[in-house]
């Protein structure tokens, strides 16, 4: 049985991905006691009582530093993986555990994608990428090959980065942005090329 902490339009993916691969899905966890129900599956304000050893868990929240904080704080129990079957997975990539892949999905031969991070719809990540955990690829971002993603980045919808590139730490892509530079820890970028307008230290 998985349980999905996180009730927000996020989890409506994460449910279907996991009612796709045949998932049990026991209910979900969401601190806004308002919510109630999502698609038909119960929503409660505290963890489960059964046996976490039996179960799985996926935090379903789009917010990278909110993923980070739930999963420090759920370290004793096991996350699952999953994957979309319109998804096309080399053999030869890994992916951590908590991540999710959405619809629509390349990822190319030995890329390396960490724990509880999203790889959303139609994402395109090649050859050889690291992506460190918590970080979010936007629908329609494409990675060039050997591209480094640090912890906790926002890659924005439609963005491009070209091969090579190292983005750090905590950095924001924003939404349709060309990289042909490296990106440095905290930094916000914007633009063809892109540019940084803000950068904030950790």
């Known amino acids: 049985m998985i349980y999905l902490y996180g009730a927000s339009g996020h989890a ?31 929503v409660s304000a505290q963890l489960p009582k059964d046996d976490y050893a039996s179960n799985v868990f996926l935090i379903s929240i789009g917010n990278n530093r909110i993923r980070k904080q ?58 050889d990428c690291s992506i460190a955990d918590f970080v979010h690829i936007s629908p329609n971002a494409a990675l060039a090959g050997n591209v480094t ?7 924005g919808i439609g963005a491009c980065v070209i091969q090579g ?13 060309v990289i042909i530079r490296d990106v440095p820890d905290g930094a916000t970028v914007v633009g063809n090329p892109g540019r940084i307008i803000k950068q904030k230290s950790e």
């Open 12 to 42: 409506k993916v994460v449910i279907e991905i996991a009612e796709q691969n045949g998932h049990t899905i026991g209910g979900l966890i969401d601190a806004n006691p308002a919510i109630t129900a999502l698609l038909g599956y119960t």
């Open 70 to 127: 739930i999963a420090q704080e759920m370290a004793s129990v096991h996350f699952e993986m999953l994957a979309h079957r319109q998804a096309a997975i080399s053999q030869r990539a890994t992916i951590d555990e908590g991540t999710v892949i959405m619809a629509g999905v390349s990822v190319n031969s030995e890329v390396s994608i960490g724990r509880h991070c999203i790889i959303n719809t139609n994402a395109s990540i090649d050859h």
């Open 149 to 155: 993603i640090g912890e906790g980045t926002h890659i």
């Open 165 to 177: 590139i190292k983005i750090g730490k905590w950095c924001t892509i924003g939404a349709g942005a």
